[in-house]
């Protein structure tokens, strides 16, 4: 464990890229090899904007890590949050307990609040207009909601006290996990339900971006499920129902389009369709 954490303390920002490149390739080699539905698509077409957003969510990343630094250096050196107050433990359990507190603050609060607050949804829209969920799905986020989630994993590292260590191992991890839960990935349902109890599977991930309320609001887990569990956001359907996309976005020609998709969190939008067979 000591020696994770040693090379996640320091680990090159082409490491970095190498892990999120790394994960894109298997997973999309993978979901090619065994496809939870056989879209009717050019894998390659549909991957451009996705694969834009990745670039400007990696660029985001990389100029602000040097925040995250300061960030992490300040709690260590002040004694300061949740994990520095908690009594001397094995590493491993130190390591541990940071990754789950961050999976809290930098993804299940974090998207909480980008589905609960309008201005916030605006830009994670861009998200979930995507009608063909695939791994390069995984990163297809607005510049803004970059420097969103940014800033909630900034909170967490100040509230729970975190190593810069441990920042990065979660951050590596959630790029693996987002990757693989987004991926069109087939595994049996018994599997996948059984995975659902701890972490977030591909068909749990998948019932959030179906296209209608109250599956949009729900599941909003990216490593640890217990979130939902928890918070009772968990939701279920079957994988055979799932329609991706959101209703009140449904040009698939514009929300395919890099322009129109930079521009999406300025526009109007009516009330959401709730739907009636929602099963919790």
């Known amino acids: ?123 994670h829209l861009v998200h979930h207009t995507d009608h063909m969920v695939d791994t390069t799905t995984a990163n ?16 967490g590292i100040l509230v729970v006290g975190t190593p810069i260590a441990l920042v990065m191992m979660y951050q590596a991890m959630s790029l693996i996990f987002t990757q693989f839960t987004h991926a069109n990935l087939k595994i049996s349902k018994g599997l996948d339900k059984v995975l659902s109890y701890v972490i977030v599977s591909p068909d749990m991930h998948k019932i959030h971006h179906h296209y209608r309320l109250p599956y949009t609001d729900s599941n909003y887990g990216n490593i640890l499920s217990i979130w939902d569990h928890i918070f009772g956001t ?9 329609i991706y996309g959101v209703d009140v976005f449904p040009d698939e020609k514009k929300n395919s389009n890099i322009k129109d998709l930079l521009k999406q969190p300025f526009q109007k939008y009516e009330k959401p369709t709730l739907s009636t067979d929602a099963k919790e």
Do not use: C
């Open 140 to 155: 297809r986020h607005h510049p803004i909601e970059s420097i969103i989630r940014f800033s909630f994993t900034l909170l």
């Open 234 to 242: 968990y939701m279920y359907m079957e994988r055979e129902n799932l």
């Open 1 to 123: 464990m000591e020696t994770i954490i040693n090379y996640f303390e320091t680990i090159p920002p082409h490491h970095r890229g190498i892990i999120i490149v790394s994960g894109i390739t298997f997973f999309w080699l993978l979901e090619g090899a065994m496809p939870l539905f056989k879209f009717d698509y050019k894998k390659w077409k549909h991957a451009i904007p996705n694969l834009f957003f990745t670039l400007t969510t990696i660029i985001v990343n990389l100029g602000l890590a040097w925040i995250f630094l300061i960030a992490a250096d300040w709690t260590k050196a002040n004694d300061f949050g949740i994990i520095n107050w908690l009594p001397q433990m094995p590493l491993w359990l130190y390591a541990l307990i940071g990754v789950v507190l961050l999976d809290f603050f930098g993804a299940y609060f974090a998207h909480y609040v980008e589905h609960k607050v309008k201005p916030l949804w605006m830009v």
